[in-house]
Structures are given as C-alpha cells and as structure tokens.
C-alpha cells in the first residue's frame, strides 16, 4: 500500500480515538478521572518506548550521533514552548487550571493533532513498520487524552453533543497534517531522521513532563503500583513490536 494510503487509514484510526471518552462520560468526570490515570500511565511507558526503541535508533542509523542529540534537545524544547504558548497540557482532573477555556483546549489540540499527523507521515515514508509503530504509540496516548479532553470540555460548559463533535473535527486535522507531512517530506528523504529525531524529543517530554507528574499524585499505594507496572508495560509493548518487526 502506498505509504499516504497506510497514513490516512492511521490517522482516520486516531481521530476516531476522539470518540472514547463518550461512554464514560456518563460515569461522571471524577470516575473517568480514576480511570484514566492508569491508561496514562501505559501511554507513558509506550511514548517513552517509542522515543527510545523505536524513534532514536532509525534516526541514529541515518545520521550522525550529535544531530541526533540536538535534534532530541529541539523537540524538549519545542514542545515545552508550544506548552507555555497554548497552555496546553494532558489534564485528567474534573477541575483544571491549565484548561480556563474548553476552547483554549481545541486550540491546542489542533495543533498537537496536526503534529502528530507530520509524525505519522515522517515515519510511513521511512518504513511501514515505523509507520505502524508510530500510529500504535500515538493511539495509546490519544485515548486517555481524548477521554481528559472531553471531559474538560463538557466541564467548561458544553453540551456533550458539541464537546464530541468539537473533538472529533479536531482530531481530524492530523489527517491535514500527513497530508502536508507527506508532500512535504517526499522529497526531501533526508531530513526525515531529523524529523523522527525532533519527534522522539516532543515524545519525552509529554512523558517525562506532562504524563509521570500526574503518576506521582496518587497517594495510595496500591494504585500507585499498579500505575508503574502499567508504565512498564507500555514500554515493555514497543519492545515486542521491535522484535516483532525484526522478526518479519
């Protein structure tokens, strides 16, 4: 399958993880806030697995160790400047300061998609398991994501009819962002190690700095541990489907 064809079908798969807070939204935004903590905690593990499994070692075996690094440090960076510019943040409590606004959420979401969308087709381009590791890695974050997320908007005052449809037209613009990633990148195959490498950095720092904190508030222990075991779990899934590639 042609490499925009695969990464349409996976971005229409991820913006179709918009739709699954729905049912939870009716167990009331407090339940869906005890559940979501340990998706968020295997999404965790899976970035950070795939930043450094997946993302890093292709990026490494194109281009020189030292890019690599500078371009893992311009994604940190990045991402925590679009974070200060849009206050955009993974908030998975039924009161949240980061999000004052529903909207000031569907802005940053926007943008988070889109990228993610760039993402996908950085990684089609360079192989189809990359591509499909990616989706994987991007859909484990999107649901506990997408399930905060709509549970901030029906909280800042929408109805939950146009907190789903504001969502999911949101989720869609990552299919604008393979489109563009895609055009853009195509000819231009060299700077795609770059691009993973940018990627793997934005990767850790929603991991290390927007997921794990929201780990770290939970004061019983036996939630606590299991959270960790989830975290391991996650990056114990990208190394199966490392293997898993090889073997093929």
């Known amino acids: 399958m ?19 807070g729905l049912p939870l939204v009716y167990l009331g935004l407090k339940r869906i806030s005890g559940f979501t903590a340990f998706l968020v905690a295997f999404s965790a593990g899976a970035l950070m697995g795939g930043a450094f499994l997946h993302l890093l070692p292709e990026a490494a075996e194109k281009i020189e160790v030292l890019s690599v690094s500078w371009c893992l440090l ?12 849009l206050r955009w943040r993974h908030c998975h409590e039924d009161t949240c300061a980061v999000h004052p606004v529903g909207y000031l959420n569907l802005i940053g979401d926007c943008l988070h998609n889109f ?17 499909l590791v990616m989706t994987l890695v991007i859909l484990a974050h999107e649901v506990p994501q997408e399930i905060g997320d709509l549970g901030v908007l029906v909280h800042s005052g ?3 009819y146009w907190a789903v449809i504001l969502n999911l037209l949101v989720a869609l613009t990552a299919i604008l962002g393979i489109v563009i990633g895609y055009y853009a990148l195509a000819g231009l195959q060299t700077y795609i190690p770059y691009v993973l490498a940018v990627s793997a950095g934005g990767f850790l720092y929603i991991s290390a700095c927007d997921l794990i904190p929201e780990l770290h508030k939970e004061r019983r222990q036996g939630r606590a541990w299991l ?14 489907v490392k293997h898993l590639g090889h073997a093929h």
């Open 158 to 160: 929408l109805t939950l």
């Open 2 to 20: 042609h490499p925009l064809a695969w990464g349409l079908l996976a971005t229409l798969v991820i913006s179709l993880a918009s739709l699954s």
């Open 74 to 85: 311009a994604g940190v960076v990045a991402f925590f400047v679009l974070e200060r510019l």
């Open 227 to 240: 959270a960790l075991v989830l975290f391991i779990l996650g990056i114990g899934l990208m190394e199966a």
């Open 115 to 131: 990228l993610d969308g760039v993402i996908i087709a950085a990684a089609f381009l360079e192989s189809t398991h990359l591509g």
